[in-house]
């Protein structure tokens, strides 16, 4: 058993109002510079939609990720052999237009421009070149668009669906979508690491965030293609690659990243998980339908005594351990069953979870009869009032997660590998609470309705009252709960021993310490 620590992330989809109020503060933090001006470390994408890169999720366009191969894993798109082949052209990179081409206005023409008889207007000129361009896609450019046959339809998540599933979609009376805002997962078997042919890309051993070393990186540009969920970047300004880093200089200071801390719709919480990195290997490598409780599996009980020796032995201090046992991340993910790993089938093990959406159920239209007649009007039929009835009620208690609009096998295909017992397992549970809050509430539920719910879901009232809590009351030291930076370690790793040129306490070499690794 070898017990690391890992900082996690749990989006809750229920909650995001898509306002983009995370993607601003990320972008007015980090990449509002040159070079990076098309680079959205945190970005909000509609879904059903292609995304931001279009179609990241086509691996059979990009080759991100891992792929099994035998009783191990290997590459899709990189690695020794396949990036030295690809060194001088990566057919799998993804190109500026799929991104988009960063653009602003040449406002001075709205000032400057002569006396004339036409209304001066701000052309759109490239921010890479400055020469003025057509507008074809942009950051978040099919918000709110899903329906339209250039993004929702295109969506690769609805390849395992049929035909006629695809088609009930996006009937107009069907309508329906959600939002889901992604960054970096900082994975625990993270494809760009092991994509780097220079080494620049590494997991930081504290809390496991990821990060490119810029002294390091020689832009070959093989962590592009890895990443299966297109969040490593490349700074055509520096020549550098570049990526989110969990705003780990807040980390350290106590305060929570600036996606995190802006967010309107408080649907994101922060805490520490501890996992068994011995198992890594085999988790990866398992075949796609137990991907998911063996990832589960991997993290590990914060309160278990072997599990805290374990930490302890490898360092991990005690008020990192306190931090776990307080973990909000955990109570959503292993406590409480709710959240879910985004395309788990990517084999890299990502630690950014989601509450998947309990969405809206797809009404029908009843003609109740005996009530009132017809009268006829010629050609037309003049139906009076209450001769119909738009009807969602349902007698079972789980009716409305069959009816939802959109098929389960839908959000299976990006939470769960595919497999649709683990989505309805999830929002069942999201359901039960719901109804048990609805009796206690509003009172227009019996009581044994919805302790019934409850428990055949597994819960009791009391995770009930906490899972509301977590959603719907949390205060900020609830939703992040931070470790403590111990900045003793981080001394004790430039401490050499031995000899002028020998290793570090923690098995760096020097002149790897004066890269700044």
Not at 346 to 373: I, S
Not at 414 to 423: P, R, V, W
Request: aromatic share 10%; glycine share 6%.
């Amino acid at each position: 058993m070898d017990i690391r620590s890992q900082i996690s992330m749990v989006f809750h989809l229920d909650k995001c109002i898509g306002c983009h109020t995370c993607s601003v503060a990320c972008k007015n933090i980090w990449t509002d510079r040159k070079g990076a001006e098309y680079m959205w470390w945190n970005n909000v994408e509609t879904k059903p939609g292609t995304g931001y890169p279009t179609k990241w999720e086509d691996q059979g366009i990009y080759h991100g990720g891992w792929e099994k191969n035998g009783d191990g894993i290997s590459l899709r798109g990189a690695g020794k052999r396949k990036g030295l082949l690809n060194i001088f052209h990566n057919p799998s990179l993804p190109v500026i237009d799929d991104y988009y081409e960063p653009f602003t206005y040449k406002y001075l023409d709205l000032i400057e421009s002569a006396a004339g008889d036409d209304q001066p207007t701000a052309r759109p000129v490239s921010m890479i070149t400055g020469k003025p361009i057509d507008i074809k896609m942009g950051p978040n450019w099919d918000d709110d668009l899903s329906g339209t046959p250039d993004y929702a339809r295109n969506d690769p998540n609805l390849k395992k669906l049929s035909a006629a599933e695809q088609e009930a979609m996006f009937q107009l009376e069907r309508m329906a979508f959600f939002y889901l805002p992604r960054i970096c997962n900082h994975c625990l078997n993270p494809a760009c690491v092991a994509s780097c042919p220079s080494g620049a890309i590494y997991k930081r051993g504290e809390d496991g965030v990821v990060l490119i070393n810029q002294n390091v990186c020689r832009a070959w540009r093989m962590c592009v293609t890895a990443c299966p969920y297109k969040k490593s970047y490349y700074n055509w300004h520096t020549g550098k690659s570049e990526k989110c880093i969990l705003c780990y200089p807040r980390i350290e200071a106590g305060y929570a990243p600036a996606c995190m801390h802006s967010c309107v719709g408080r649907i994101r919480y922060l805490g520490v998980i501890l996992y068994d990195a011995d198992r890594i290997h085999e988790v990866a490598s398992a075949s796609e339908g137990e991907l998911i409780n063996r990832h589960m599996d991997i993290l590990v009980d914060p309160f278990d005594p072997t599990v805290i020796a374990s930490a302890k032995k490898n360092g991990i201090a005690d008020s990192t351990i306190q931090a776990a046992q307080n973990s909000p991340t955990y109570k959503f993910v292993k406590e409480w069953g709710l959240a879910l790993p985004l395309h788990a089938e990517f084999r890299t093990l990502p630690m950014l979870f989601y509450v998947p959406p309990l969405l809206p159920v797809m009404a029908t239209v009843k003609e109740v009869r005996n009530r009132k007649q017809t009268e006829k009007l010629g050609p037309i039929s003049k139906v009076w009032d209450n001769d119909w009835l738009y009807d969602t009620s349902t007698e079972e208690i789980w009716g409305t997660i069959d009816q939802a609009r959109f098929p389960l096998k839908y959000l299976a295909n990006m939470f769960s590998a595919g497999d649709e017992s683990k989505i309805k397992e999830r929002l069942k549970k999201l359901m039960a609470v719901r109804i048990y809050r609805r009796w206690k509430t509003v009172g227009d539920i019996t009581e044994k309705k919805a302790m019934d719910a409850l428990r055949e879901v597994g819960y009791t009232p009391e995770i009930a009252d906490n899972v509301y809590y977590l959603t719907s009351l949390a205060k900020f030291d609830d939703r992040f709960v931070i470790p403590a930076a111990h900045r003793e370690h981080a001394i004790e790793m430039l401490e050499f021993t031995g000899d002028k040129k020998g290793s570090t306490g923690f098995g760096f070499k020097e002149d790897t310490m004066k890269r700044g690794l």
